[in-house]
Structures are given as C-alpha cells and as structure tokens.
C-alpha cells in the first residue's frame, strides 16, 4: 500500500514539476509578446528561455515552441527599427539580417517581404552617409549592395551617378545615368526620370560649349546629338547643330536640323529670323536656290534682315 502512495506521489510531483515548466514557456513567451515593441532585445532574452525550456520538454511543448519561433523574427526587425532611430545603421542592419535568417528558418515570409525590402533602403542611406563625408568609393560599395538586392530601387541609381560625377568619372556618370533613366521609366518615377534627363542634357550641352571653344565642330555635333536624346523637343539644341553642321558645310544635315527647330519653334517672326536664315544658308550651299529664296524672306526680320535682304538681292529671288 505504501509503495502505491510514492508512486502515485511521485507522478504528481513529476507532472507538477512539468506543468510547472511548461508554465515557465508559456509566461516568457507571452511576456515577450506584450513587451516586444517596447523592449525588443528584453523580449528575446524572454523568447529564448522559452525556446530552451520547449527544446527540454520535446514534442509536449511543440505548441509554445511554434509560436515561439513565429515571433522571433520580428523582434528581430523591431530591434532593427530601434538602431535605427538610434543612428546605429551596422547595428540595423545586423538586426536585419538576423530577422531575414530566422524568417528563412521558421517559414515567416511575411518578415522575409519586409526585411527584402528594408535593406536596400538602408544600404541607400548608408550610401548617402558615405557621400555627405565625401567618400565616395564607400558610398559606391553600398549603393551598388542596395541595387543588387533590388535592381529596381531608383534612389540608389542617383547616388551613384553623383558619386561618379564627384570622382571624374563622366563615363560611369553617364552609364549610371543612362541606367537611372530605364529604371524610372519601368516605375514610371516622373520627378526622378525629368531630373535625370535634365542632368544628362546639362552634361553633353556643357561639353558641346568647351568643344565649341575650340572649335572642334564635329566634335560638337556629337555631343549635340547625344544631349538631344534626353529632349527631343529642345528648340535650341537644333539651332547648335543647324549653326555647327553649316560651320562644318554639311549642308543636309543642316538643313535637317534648321527644319526641326522651325518645327517645334513657338517664336515670333523676329525670333524664328535666325533659324529661317541658317535654313536659307543649307540650302543655298546646296544650290537650291527657290528653297533658299523662300526662307531668306522668313529671316528678313530683326538683326537678320539686312544679310537676309543681300542674298534675295543676290540669288534674283521672285
């Protein structure tokens, strides 16, 4: 009878001392739970002691050890948030990856969206960091992990055509340029894709006026013709290339180019003078002379008209 008893005793202490325990996981995981956002590493302190306590316990603790694993990687990713407002972007970014690698391992694809999404945020921040300090290969190796993680993420794109541009190197500018303008495009980023343009525009014009200096005329042409890519609608862009094609008597091409700065010219008769007149000198030097006559009288306006009255008087226009 009494060996009955400690056995009967003894399963109740034993079962006792296993609920006991198993209480002990659930109380840290739920405290985890209502302190995770306020105090994420103090919560997976918590998590952890649950998580040892469910691994001691086996295929009886399965329930807490499932929830458990479910929350880790957010804390993970609320400690993330948390360097972040504290400035600490290694720290952040740690918080991170450590989220991604436990999200991974317990299935929570929902962390793994949020976490694919955050870092190459974070790497264009710490890109931007690197080049307010002027250190402009660092701000490169992030911008370029950023742009690897999502190819489709624009601001890491500006980062690296700035960069580039501070270390002279106007190849890598333009090629990121370029870049910058596909991936606006595909996102239909307006602001960014008009900035872009307008940049890559400035570049070539600015090198068309040194060459131009130097009168390096087909040199000139060139880069005329590659600022016109970024606005096909500039006005003067043609006006430079009808003015240097003329300097250059490739009289087609400035014909070409006189026509299309008419066509898109909202001037007055005074301001399209110019215009009408390099048109007139393509196409005298091109010996057509009715052509030629018809835009002479169009440049006979403003400070035009008295070249423009000689050659109607030269050419015996009707």
């Known amino acids: 009878m009494k060996a009955k008893v400690l056995v009967l005793l003894l399963t109740v202490l034993a079962f006792s001392a296993f609920s006991q325990t198993k209480k002990e996981a659930y109380d840290a995981y739920n405290n985890a739970v209502s302190t995770y956002k306020q105090n994420p590493k103090g919560a997976l302190d918590d998590l952890n002691?649950?998580?040892?306590?469910?691994?001691?316990?086996?295929?009886?603790?399965?329930?807490?050890?499932?929830?458990?694993?479910?929350?880790?990687?957010?804390?993970?990713?609320?400690?993330?948030?948390?360097?972040?407002?504290?400035?600490?972007?290694?720290?952040?970014?740690?918080?991170?990856?450590?989220?991604?690698?436990?999200?991974?391992?317990?299935?929570?694809?929902?962390?793994?969206?949020?976490?694919?999404?955050?870092i190459p945020k974070l790497y264009n921040v710490m890109g931007n960091s690197k080049f307010k300090e002027d250190k402009f290969d660092e701000a490169i190796k992030n911008y370029s992990k950023a742009i690897a993680i999502n190819p489709d993420y624009v601001d890491p794109y500006v980062g690296l055509t700035l960069s580039y541009e501070k270390m002279g190197n106007d190849d890598k500018m333009i090629e990121t340029l370029n870049k910058t303008i596909e991936i606006a495009e595909k996102n239909n980023n307006a602001e960014v894709l008009s900035n872009t343009k307008i940049k890559a525009k400035a570049f070539y014009?600015?090198?068309?006026?040194?060459?131009?200096?130097?009168?390096?005329?087909?040199?000139?042409?060139?880069?005329?013709?590659?600022?016109?890519?970024?606005?096909?609608?500039?006005?003067?862009?043609?006006?430079?290339?009808?003015?240097?094609?003329?300097?250059?008597?490739?009289?087609?091409?400035?014909?070409?180019?006189?026509?299309?700065?008419l066509e898109l010219s909202k001037g007055t008769a005074d301001q399209k003078a110019e215009l009408y007149f390099l048109l007139a000198t393509a196409y005298q030097n091109s010996n057509k002379v009715n052509e030629a006559c018809e835009a002479y009288k169009n440049a006979s306006y403003g400070a035009f008209k008295p070249n423009a009255d000689y050659q109607i008087k030269q050419l015996k226009c009707q």
């Not at 306590?53 to 990713?77: N, T």
Request: hydrophobic share 35%; glycine share 4%; proline share 1%.
């Open 205 to 261: 014009l600015k090198k068309a006026d040194e060459a131009q200096k130097e009168k390096k005329y087909d040199e000139v042409v060139a880069l005329l013709d590659d600022a016109i890519k970024y606005d096909e609608y500039d006005t003067d862009i043609y006006r430079l290339m009808a003015i240097n094609y003329n300097r250059l008597e490739r009289w087609e091409e400035g014909i070409t180019a006189a026509s299309k700065a």
């Open 49 to 118: 002691k649950s998580l040892d306590i469910c691994k001691q316990l086996g295929e009886d603790a399965d329930e807490v050890r499932v929830a458990v694993e479910g929350l880790i990687p957010s804390v993970y990713f609320q400690q993330a948030m948390v360097s972040y407002k504290q400035k600490d972007l290694q720290g952040t970014l740690d918080n991170l990856e450590k989220a991604k690698e436990t999200a991974l391992q317990y299935e929570n694809n929902s962390i793994v969206d949020r976490v694919d999404k955050t």
